[in-house]
C-alpha cells in the first residue's frame, strides 16, 4: 500500500513537474502516438487545449508527415535511440495558418518498468529568433565569400600590419603567378618585385590613415611563373575595419585593363597626331563626343569666325549657322548621330564680320570594333565661290534649256510643216504621174497608133519610168509618215505580223522560189502598223535580192535578252540572196542608197531607211551583217516595253 501511494505521489509531482515547465514538453503513447500528456507551453504554442488529450499527433497535425517526423518517431520507439535536434525547422497550421518555428529539442524513448519502450517523452523549446539571427549570420558569411569567389574581379584580404595573405580568389591567384601556397605569407615577402616599384609606402599609408586609394590603368611589373611581366589594372586599396573602426588590415580589388589601356593609349597617340595635322590643315576642323558635343577645333575655327574655341566648346556651332538652316541641319545631324551614318550638307556660316558664306560640312563617326561610336571627327571646307558659280551655271542653263524648249517648238511646228509638205507634194506629184501613166497606156491600146520597135521600147521605158516615180513618191510619204505623231501602242505578236507578210507576199514567195521559216517569235509592246512595215520591207529586201535562179532560204529567229538592266527581244532575219561587202553595212541605212543597178533589182532606197526609223522610234537599234555572195543578216532589238509611248522624231 505505501509502494502504491509512493508510485502515486512520485507520478503526481512529475506531472506537476511538467505543467509548470517552461520548457515544451508533451508524451507520445505507443505507436499511434496519442499524446497522453502535454503542458500549457506547448499547448499554447500548438493553439489547442487540454481536449487534444488522448488524440494522435500525426492525425491532429499531419503536416508533420511530409516533414519526415514518421521517420523520425519510429527510429526512436524502434532503437531505443534519442533524438536530438538544434535550430530545427517545423511547419504546424496553427489556428487555420502555417507557422514555421526553429526548436531545440529531444525525443527521449518512454519506457516502463521492465525497460520496454511504449512511447517517447518530447521535450525542447523554442528559438526561432535566435535561429533567425544565426541563419542571417550564415546567409551573409555565405554572400560575402560567394561575392569574394565568383566575382570576375581580383580580390584579396591581407590581415595585419604585416599584410598576411588571409583571403585570395582564384583570379587574384592567377594574376600573382606564385602558385595557391599563398596563404598565411606575408604580401611584399612574396611579391617583392612590388616594393620595389613603390607600392609598399602606398599599402603603409592606406593601413595608417585608413583613407582608400584607387589607381586606374597603372602598371605593374609582376614576377609571374619566373617571368617577368607588365601588364595594366585597375584596384582599389580600402582598409578593413574591426567592429571598433580600427583598422585591421587592407582589401585589394584589382582588374586586368591591359588591353583597354594599350588602347587609350594608342588613341591619345593618334588623338595627338590628328591634332597635329588638323592644324596644318586649311579646313576648319572640329571633334564632338558620341553625344554631338564640341570637344576640340582647330585655330581656323578662330581665324574664320572670330570666337575662341572656349566658347565654341560651350555655346556649340548652331549659333554660327543661317537661321534658315539650323532647323534642317539639327534635325540631319541628330539622325546621324542616332544611326551612326555619315553626314553631310551644304550649310551657311557666319564669318569675323557677321557675313554668311556656303560651306561644305562633313562628319564621320570614329567606331569601337563593336560598333560603338567613340567621336566624331567634322570638317567644314569652304564652296562660297563655287556656290556663286554653280548659281551662274544653273541660270545659264535654264536660259539655254528655254532656249532649247522654244527651239524644239519651232522644229516641231516645221516637222509639221515639212510632213504636210510631202503629204502633199506627193499627191501633187502623183496627179500628173498618173496621167502620164494613163496615156502611155492609151498610147500602147490604140490600134490606129503603129509603132515602131524603137517606139515600143521607148514607151516600155516611159511606163518603167512612171512607175518607180509612182514607188518613190509611195516611199517618200511613207517615211514622212513614220515620224508624224504619237500613236498608241500596244502588245504585238510578231508571230501574227510574220504570217500576214508570207500571205501578203505569197505570189513573190512562189515566183522567188523561198521559204521562209520561223518558231518561238516573242511579243514586243509597239505600233502595230509601223511593225508590220518594218518586216515586211526587211522580207521583202531578202526576197528581192536572190541569186538568178537558186532558192532562197528566209530564218527568222528571235529571244529575250537584257540591256542596261531592261528586258528587250532580238529578232535575227537571216538570208540566202546575194548579200553585201559588210564596209556598207552602216551605208545601207541611209535615204536613196543602192549597192545594186536599178534595172536589176528596182526599189526606191528609201525601204532600210524606213526600218531603221521605225526601230529607233521604238526604242530599238538595227544592225546589218554581210558577205557578198553568201547572204545578209539583219539584228533588230526592240524593247519589251515602251516607256512613255512611241519618240517623235524630226524627219
Known amino acids: 500500500?505505501?509502494?502504491?501511494?509512493?508510485?502515486?505521489?512520485?507520478?503526481?509531482?512529475?506531472?506537476?513537474?511538467?505543467?509548470?515547465?517552461?520548457?515544451?514538453?508533451?508524451?507520445?503513447?505507443g505507436k499511434e502516438l496519442i499524446i497522453s500528456d502535454a503542458n500549457e507551453a506547448i499547448l499554447q504554442l500548438w493553439g489547442k487545449g487540454q481536449e487534444i488529450i488522448g488524440q494522435p499527433l500525426l492525425k491532429l497535425f499531419p503536416e508533420l508527415v511530409t516533414q519526415g517526423f514518421p521517420d523520425i518517431f519510429n527510429k526512436v520507439l524502434q532503437t531505443g535511440e534519442a533524438f536530438n535536434a538544434v535550430d530545427y525547422p517545423i511547419e504546424i497550421l496553427r489556428q487555420g495558418e502555417?507557422?514555421?518555428g526553429y526548436y531545440t529539442f529531444t525525443y527521449q524513448p518512454k519506457k516502463n518498468p521492465a525497460g520496454e519502450i511504449t512511447g517517447i517523452v518530447s521535450n525542447g523549446f523554442e528559438v526561432t529568433t535566435q535561429a533567425g539571427l544565426n541563419q542571417k549570420l550564415r546567409e551573409t558569411e555565405l554572400l560575402y565569400h560567394n561575392l569574394i569567389f565568383s566575382s570576375p574581379s581580383a580580390i584579396g584580404i591581407l590581415m595585419g600590419p604585416s599584410l598576411v595573405i588571409t583571403i585570395a580568389n582564384d583570379e587574384i591567384i592567377r594574376i600573382w603567378g606564385k602558385g595557391r601556397d599563398v596563404f598565411g605569407k606575408k604580401y611584399f615577402e612574396m611579391l617583392p618585385e612590388l616594393e620595389d616599384q613603390g607600392y609598399k609606402e602606398v599599402f603603409d599609408k592606406v593601413y595608417a590613415s585608413g583613407v582608400a586609394a584607387n589607381f586606374v590603368e597603372t602598371p605593374v611589373y609582376i614576377l609571374q611563373e619566373g617571368e617577368m611581366t607588365l601588364k595594366y589594372y585597375n584596384f582599389?586599396?580600402?582598409?578593413?575595419?574591426?567592429?571598433?573602426?580600427?583598422?585591421?588590415?587592407?582589401?585589394?580589388?584589382?582588374?586586368?585593363?591591359?588591353?583597354?589601356?594599350?588602347?587609350?593609349?594608342?588613341?591619345?597617340?593618334?588623338?595627338e597626331n590628328f591634332r597635329q595635322l588638323a592644324e596644318l590643315m586649311p579646313d576648319m576642323v572640329s571633334t564632338t563626343d558620341a553625344s554631338g558635343?564640341?570637344?576640340?577645333?582647330?585655330?581656323?575655327?578662330?581665324?574664320?569666325?572670330?570666337?575662341s574655341a572656349e566658347e565654341f566648346y560651350e555655346k556649340g556651332w548652331t549659333m554660327l549657322m543661317h537661321p534658315e538652316e539650323i532647323d534642317p541641319v539639327t534635325c540631319r545631324w541628330r539622325e546621324s548621330l542616332r544611326s551612326g551614318n555619315d553626314f553631310e550638307m551644304e550649310l551657311r556660316v557666319k564669318n569675323k564680320k557677321g557675313d554668311y558664306n556656303w560651306h561644305l560640312s562633313r562628319a564621320r563617326a570614329v567606331k569601337q570594333e563593336d560598333g560603338k561610336i567613340i567621336k566624331w571627327i567634322c570638317s567644314v571646307i569652304k564652296i562660297h565661290e563655287q556656290k556663286q558659280q554653280e548659281e551662274i551655271l544653273e541660270k545659264a542653263v535654264s536660259d539655254r534649256t528655254y532656249e532649247l524648249k522654244s527651239t524644239n517648238k519651232q522644229l516641231l511646228k516645221s516637222n509639221e510643216d515639212l510632213q504636210q509638205f510631202a503629204h502633199v507634194a506627193s499627191h501633187d506629184l502623183r496627179e500628173p504621174l498618173r496621167k502620164l501613166t494613163t496615156f502611155a497606156n492609151r498610147l500602147e491600146d490604140d490600134n490606129e497608133t503603129i509603132l515602131s520597135q524603137k517606139g515600143k521600147l521607148y514607151l516600155d521605158k516611159i511606163k518603167s519610168a512612171a512607175d518607180r516615180m509612182?514607188?518613190?513618191?509611195?516611199?517618200?510619204?511613207?517615211?514622212?509618215?513614220?515620224?508624224?505623231?504619237?500613236?498608241?501602242?500596244?502588245?504585238?505578236n510578231l508571230e501574227d505580223i510574220i504570217q500576214d507578210i508570207k500571205s501578203d507576199l505569197e505570189v513573190l514567195i512562189q515566183q522567188k522560189k523561198a521559204a521562209i521559216h520561223y518558231e518561238g517569235i516573242v511579243v514586243v509592246e509597239g505600233a502595230r502598223a509601223?511593225?508590220?512595215?518594218?518586216?515586211?520591207?526587211?522580207?521583202?529586201?531578202?526576197?528581192?535580192?536572190?541569186?538568178?535562179?537558186?532558192?532562197q532560204d528566209i530564218h527568222i529567229r528571235s529571244k529575250y535578252i537584257?540591256?542596261?538592266?531592261?528586258?528587250?527581244?532580238?529578232?535575227?532575219?537571216?538570208?540566202?540572196?546575194?548579200?553585201?561587202?559588210?564596209?556598207?553595212?552602216?551605208?545601207?541605212f541611209s535615204a536613196f542608197t543602192r549597192l545594186n543597178s536599178l534595172e536589176d533589182y528596182g526599189?526606191?532606197?528609201?525601204?532600210?531607211?524606213?526600218?531603221?526609223?521605225?526601230?529607233?522610234?521604238?526604242?530599238?537599234?538595227?544592225?546589218?551583217?554581210?558577205?557578198?555572195?553568201e547572204g545578209a543578216i539583219f539584228n533588230v532589238t526592240l524593247p519589251l516595253k515602251q516607256n512613255k509611248g512611241l519618240r517623235i522624231d524630226s524627219l
Open 1 to 29: 500500500m505505501d509502494k502504491s501511494r509512493t508510485i502515486q505521489e512520485s507520478e503526481e509531482r512529475y506531472s506537476e513537474m511538467i505543467a509548470s515547465s517552461t520548457s515544451l514538453i508533451c508524451i507520445l503513447e
Open 98 to 100: 502555417k507557422y514555421l
Open 236 to 271: 582599389i586599396l580600402y582598409p578593413q575595419r574591426n567592429l571598433n573602426g580600427d583598422v585591421e588590415g587592407i582589401g585589394i580589388i584589382a582588374s586586368e585593363v591591359t588591353q583597354q589601356a594599350e588602347f587609350n593609349r594608342k588613341m591619345k597617340e593618334s588623338e
Open 293 to 307: 558635343n564640341v570637344i576640340y577645333c582647330n585655330q581656323n575655327w578662330e581665324k574664320y569666325t572670330g570666337i
Open 470 to 492: 509612182n514607188n518613190m513618191i509611195e516611199g517618200v510619204l511613207n517615211y514622212s509618215m513614220v515620224g508624224a505623231a504619237e500613236r498608241t501602242t500596244a502588245a504585238v
Open 530 to 551: 509601223l511593225l508590220y512595215q518594218l518586216f515586211f520591207n526587211l522580207l521583202h529586201n531578202a526576197l528581192k535580192f536572190t541569186k538568178s535562179g537558186e532558192k
Open 562 to 588: 537584257q540591256i542596261d538592266g531592261r528586258d528587250f527581244a532580238e529578232i535575227v532575219v537571216t538570208d540566202t540572196g546575194i548579200g553585201f561587202d559588210q564596209k556598207y553595212a552602216e551605208y545601207i
Open 603 to 629: 526599189g526606191t532606197g528609201l525601204g532600210l531607211t524606213l526600218c531603221k526609223k521605225i526601230v529607233e522610234r521604238h526604242g530599238g537599234n538595227v544592225v546589218a551583217f554581210g558577205t557578198k555572195n
